[in-house]
């Protein structure tokens, strides 16, 4: 079946510092990836989805300079996060649809800013 | 404005029971409708699609049915499993696109 690599799985960074996450698509081309963010016990939430060439198209409160997202392939989008401060720390999902299936998922990333 | 209902109260069933999870939504029409499996820690895991024209879908002891005139999805598992322990959350999308839209989720707690 279709597989979605997220990486890092854990990161834990400074106050002002930034991160980069990665998500692959590994079996299939996805010309459009999602990025989301997940609070404990709480659903997720659609930060932006990333469009291969183009901008990302960012959900309402979404700060786009904060949370930078380049899709420079048609199996590689990067979430990073800039300037990243303690209230950043979350957990952060990515996914990718094949054509005519479910949307398959990464396998998240703990950011903790300390 | 677009929302989706799932009991965000844990349901907890008896090994070898039917396990029934309800989403339900309102001013939406979505093209399809999905429903996955979270564990603690990792990301969704897809299960099963239906689309609007399909009434029911099967896969091994998973049941899902899509009722556009309730606006009411029903997930089923049956022979529950202590494994099969999870949240389970409901999607939704449009025809605009791939774009999802999750429901709150529900745990799901099998109990030998």
């Known amino acids: 079946g279709a597989v979605v690599s997220q990486h890092p799985s854990r990161v834990i960074c400074k106050s002002g510092t930034s991160v980069k996450i990665e998500c692959r698509s590994l079996?299939?081309?996805?010309?459009?990836m999602f990025w989301y963010r997940q609070f404990p016990k709480k659903s997720l939430m659609l930060m932006a989805t990333?469009?291969?060439?183009?901008?990302?198209?960012?959900e309402q409160g979404v700060e786009k300079d904060k949370f930078l997202i380049n899709h420079a392939s048609l199996t590689l989008s990067t979430l990073t996060v800039t300037s990243a401060h303690p209230e950043d720390s979350s957990f952060y999902i990515c996914?990718?649809?094949?054509?005519?299936?479910?949307?398959?998922f990464g396998q998240g990333t703990r950011l903790t800013v300390v | 404005s677009q929302k989706i209902e799932q009991n965000s109260e844990a349901l907890n069933i008896q090994e070898g029971k039917t396990a029934t999870l309800t989403c339900n939504y309102t001013?939406?029409?979505?093209?399809?409708l999905q429903w996955y499996r979270q564990d603690p820690g990792r990301g969704p895991v897809f299960l099963l699609l239906?689309?609007?024209?399909?009434k029911e879908k099967r896969k091994e002891r998973l049941k899902v049915t899509f009722d556009t005139t309730l606006k009411q999805s029903l997930f089923h598992i049956t022979a529950s499993q202590p494994a099969d322990s999870a949240t389970y959350l409901c999607?939704?999308?449009?025809?605009?696109?791939?774009?999802?839209?999750f429901g709150g989720g529900t745990r799901l707690m099998v109990k030998p």
């Open positions: 239906i689309r609007e024209n399909e």
């Open positions: 079996d299939f081309q996805a010309t459009t």
């Open positions: 990333s469009n291969e060439g183009s901008k990302a198209t960012y």
């Open positions: 001013n939406y029409s979505p093209a399809y």
């Open positions: 999607a939704l999308a449009s025809n605009a696109g791939n774009m999802l839209t």
């Open positions: 996914s990718a649809r094949p054509e005519g299936s479910g949307a398959f």
